[in-house]
């Protein structure tokens, strides 16, 4: 049988290369081998599905890293670097990134998760530029650090995890 989490990766997989229009019930099943009597098992309905994704979603690609980051006994400048290595350290999620971005521009229910996603990360960034105690506005530093990636990810070509490193670098260089 089929678990709840193989089902959430495998629409993640399908989002990330496909976009939403894919995540229908027969590509999942065909995907994982099973039948549509799995899937409602699990999730119910279309929405139920969704509604999982989406904070499956959040759960990998939020809350994990900063309950990482969190575990920590370091400082906030450590803490903030090892965050970013671990965000750039994924090179298959920014597609997944700007597939959920994109869903959310159609999808108010995506759009929800999507503002909860934003607003959990910049105010967990904030938290770690408030304790740098550089001479620049921590609020305002947390959020030029999200742009960046949010941008690197929607420019055509997206910025290559290398030259984001290095731009992520330079940043670092105005707290120094």
Known sequence: MVTR?????AGLE???TEGAPA???ERLTD???VTKGSYYHHFGSAGGFKAALMEYFEAQYTTRLIDTIDAENAKPRAKLEHLLRLVLADPDSAALEIAVRAWALQDPDVRAA???VDEART???KELCRGL???????RFAQLLYLILIGAEQVLPPVD???LREIYNLTLRLID
Do not use: C, F
Request: net charge negative; proline share 3%.
């Open 161 to 163: 995890r290398t030259d």
């Open 114 to 116: 999507q503002e909860r």
């Open 23 to 25: 995540i229908t019930i």
């Open 14 to 16: 399908l989002l990330a």
């Open 31 to 33: 995907q994982l081998g």
């Open 5 to 9: 989490i193989e089902w959430l990766d």
């Open 133 to 139: 105690g550089a001479d620049v506005d921590p609020d």
């Open 123 to 125: 105010a967990y960034l």
